[in-house]
Each structure stands twice: as C-alpha cells, then as structure tokens.
DNA sequence: GCCTGATGTTGACATCATTAACATCCCTCT
DNA sequence: AGAGGGATGTTAATGATGTCAACATCAGGC
C-alpha cells in the first residue's frame, strides 16, 4: 500500500494525497496551531497545486477537521499510555482512583508536548451544515471525537464500581473531570501559567487532581447545617450530544 | 466629553473613533467570536476608512486585545453580580462556600448569556514581542487580565480564613478552581455539550461546583491507606505570571 | 483502443491585514 | 490673529488567503 510516505508517489498523480495533506497539515498544526493549518500552506509542502486539496476535501474546515482528529487520537493515545504506564495498585479502589489520576495527568502530559496539536484538537469548527458532504468517508465525528472524555467516564465508573465513589455522585461526574483537566491545559498553554518551571506545573497538576478526586471519594460532611441542602440540583441526568 | 457615543461626531474627524471601533469590534465578537473581529468590518460599521484604524490600534491584534478586555470586564461584572445577589449567609463558613459557588455560577452564567464575547476574552493573542508599543496607552494587560480569576482567588481566601477549607489546600487551590470553572465554559459552548437544555446546564454546573468545593473543604479521608501518601505532591509554591 | 471519471493545474476573484503617500482639520505658539 | 504642526483619515497598492470555473492529464474499463 505504501501510505502517507513521502517516497508514495507510484507514478500517479501522487499516491494518496489527502493523507500526505494531512500530514502536512497537521506539521503545521504542530507548531503555529489551528490558525496555522492554511491551505495552501500545506499544499505547498507536499509540492502541489492549492486547489488540489479541493479534490480530497470540501475546503480548509474539512482539513482542520481531519487535524482535529489528529490531535485527538494523540491526546487519547497520551492518556492511555500514562494510565497504562502506572504502578502497582494496593487495592482495587486505589488502582481505579490512579487510573483517573494517571488519565489527567496523560491529559496534560499531551496539552504541554503537543501545544499546537492539542489547540487543534479543540478548536472551534464552524460546524458543518449537514446535508450534501464532499468527497471523503466522512466519518461521524462523535465517534473517534472526544475520545478521551470516553476514557476518563470509564475511568469514573471504575471508581463507582470499587466503591470509592458513592453512585449518585457519578452522573455528571465525567463532566466535572474533563472540565478541570481541560481548564488546566488551557490555563497553562494560554491562561496566566503560560511561562512556569515544569515542576510548578506538574505541582499544579497534582494539586488539581487530588482536589477533584476528593471531591468524588470523600464522605459528605458530617456536620452539615442543611441536611438536604437548599443547593441539591446535584446529580442531574447523564446525556451527552 | 460625550464618549463613545454615536451622536459624538462633534464636527470633528470623528469624535472619538477607538471607542466606537472597540464598540464595533465587540459587537462583531459578540456573535461571531474572535474571529469575526476583522479590522476592516468594524471600520466599515463605523463608517470610516480601514487604515484608519491604524491610528487608534498598531493593528488588528491590538483591536482585538480591547475586546479581550471588554470580555473580562463583562466576565468580571458578571460573576461580582452573582455573588452579591446571593441569599442569606447562615453562617460564616457557609457564606464563604455561597461565594465561592456564586461566582462560579456567575462564570458560567456569563459564558452562556455572551459565547462569542467569552470566547473573545480567552481567545489566544500572538503577545506583542514587547518593546515598542504603537499608539494608545498600552496598560499592563495583567491589572484587568484574569480580573475573574482574582475573585475566585479571593474567595478561597475566605473559604480559608472561615476555617472551611485547610490552609495547607489553598496554595494552587485558585488554579483548580478556575480550570474547573473554564473548562466547564468551554466544554459547553464548544465541546460535546454543545446543544443541551438549559436546566441539564445548570444542573452539570451545580453538579461540577459541588464536587470542587467537596474537594476543597472535605476532611481527609479517615481510613486511608497511606498515612503521608504516596501522591503528596499537594500544596505547590504559589505563584502566578 | 477509445472514452469516462478521478486527479491536478492555471487563472481569476473577493476578502483581509498592512504599508506608503497624501489630504484635512483642530490646536497651539508666537 | 494667523501660520505651522501634529493628530486624524483617505486613497492606492502589495501580498496572502479561501474558493470557484475551466482546462489538462492520467488510469483503467467498455
């Protein structure tokens, strides 16, 4: 097959464009982010003409897209591999509380290496308008997208399931981790982190993640002043997209 | 003075241009985000040739840094009107929670009621490379920067001060707080929550700050396996920009 | 062995940011 | 008061971008 490699031009056109697009476009991603994934930029690596893209793609969206879909599956990778890599486990509960830890810490493990893809993999699409799609498998996104909130929820049910986690705390609960996860990668790449020592990073990191992780385990406060609490719209239904 | 104000073509070239572009600028983010501030539409809006921006702006970035502003300052506004709004305080503690929780519902309530000015007052800047900064009085970005993420700061200060909340938690505490609140915000407007219903958003929110708070002001967990534990890498120097 | 469709190319257009050169108008200094 | 100067805007031009239409080329099936 000989795919997405620089020698694959067999004598057509090209071989396959639209990978070796990708791959471009994704370089460009890389380093200069979403904003520098243009066009003609990437057709102008892979030594062809701007308007060949349009063969591949509907247009520059439907490249970024495919970036997208770059970055997400490295973002996932990088957790599955940190959550992966992980040391022994004491019990079965504090095995499912690393896993969540060693989730996030993959999460942003990724965001700091791959700044420029992570931004990609984020960045807002103006959505395609549904309906007549050009050329190209497009795929439904919901599938591959968001893969790693799919990690991280499972992760969460571990929790449930050993018992560190009291089940009416779980729905809404992947919602909460993703969201102090990502509001972290976003504050260090962007935010007011932006220059820190790798290891106030790091220190931050863990810092959050025991924060929400006591927030999943730890027992309800024992002397409470509202035994049902005026602020009870907790555990709302579980219905993502 | 009668500034920023359409009728304040005083016979002069304009009145004041800069607010009314900042005011055309902001509009434009307003639906349409930080992408849809273009130099030459907010110009056209206000009835003026584009260069003549350049008078006012060194150039598109800069007009987009005073959108950037105008966004934290509704942020800002925002959370401080939540916070003050809130309900009866039964205690010392527990109003020091209420604020916490109200600001991050104020938050949220903001990145829902304006997304495409929120969006603008997080979108990322190429960072002016410092030194020679064009016309109009350049101020520290870092005085009404981040003016939310003071608050927040703030807040937790009380949440300590009232004994709620262990002082040795609070250093990096503002940073969990913050990213849980934001990636909230993102993850609602752009992410997989895109489109859900009003009260399931309120309820993911509810669900979202309670965790945090849980995790700020719950006691240790008694039984634990680990005495020192082994993922003390809690309580991080505090230190931001 | 030619025709059809997939794949690329050239040319053109509209928009954008930005610069240079020029015009205009208010304010201040003498 | 009147002239100059600087602030404020305008026109023209440049280079980059996304995208479309028309044309060229190559592979493989009838």
Redesign the interface.
């Known amino acids: 097959m000989m795919r997405t490699e620089g020698t694959g031009k067999s004598g057509y056109h090209h071989g396959d464009l639209r990978n070796a697009l990708i791959e471009a476009a994704t370089d460009l991603a890389r380093d200069g982010?979403p904003e520098a994934v243009v066009l003609r930029a990437a057709a102008r690596r892979v030594g062809v003409s701007p308007t060949a893209a349009y063969r591949h793609f509907t247009g520059q969206g439907d490249l970024l897209m495919a970036v997208k879909e770059q970055g997400q599956r490295g973002l996932a990778e990088t957790m599955e591999r940190s959550a992966g890599a992980r040391g022994g486990s004491?019990?079965a509960g504090?095995a499912a509380e690393e896993r969540v830890?060693a989730l996030g810490a993959g999460y942003i493990e990724f965001a700091l290496a791959e700044p420029g893809l992570f931004?990609a993999a984020?960045c807002?699409t103006p959505e395609a308008p549904d309906g007549g799609h050009g050329p190209g498998p497009e795929e439904d996104p919901?599938r591959w997208?968001?893969r790693s909130?799919r990690l991280l929820a499972e992760a969460l049910d571990g929790l449930v399931a050993t018992g560190r986690m009291p089940a009416g705390?779980r729905?809404?609960?992947e919602?909460?981790a993703?969201?102090?996860?990502?509001?972290?990668a976003?504050?260090l790449l962007?935010?007011?982190?932006?220059r820190?020592a790798p290891e106030?990073r790091?220190?931050?990191t863990?810092?959050?993640l025991?924060?929400?992780?006591?927030?999943?385990?730890?027992?309800?406060?024992p002397s409470a002043?509202?035994p049902a609490g005026p602020?009870a719209?907790?555990?709302?239904?579980h219905?993502?997209?």
Not at 178 to 184: P, R, S
Not at 190 to 194: E, K, M, R, T
Not at 213 to 219: D, V
């Open positions: 982010g004491p019990s504090e830890r931004r984020f807002r919901s997208m968001y909130f705390r729905p809404g609960a919602i909460t993703w969201a102090a996860v990502h509001g972290l976003v504050l962007d935010g007011p982190l932006g820190l106030q790091d220190a931050f863990a810092s959050a025991t924060t929400v992780i006591r927030g999943f385990t730890a027992p309800e406060r002043t509202r602020a719209k907790d555990a709302p239904e219905d993502v997209s």
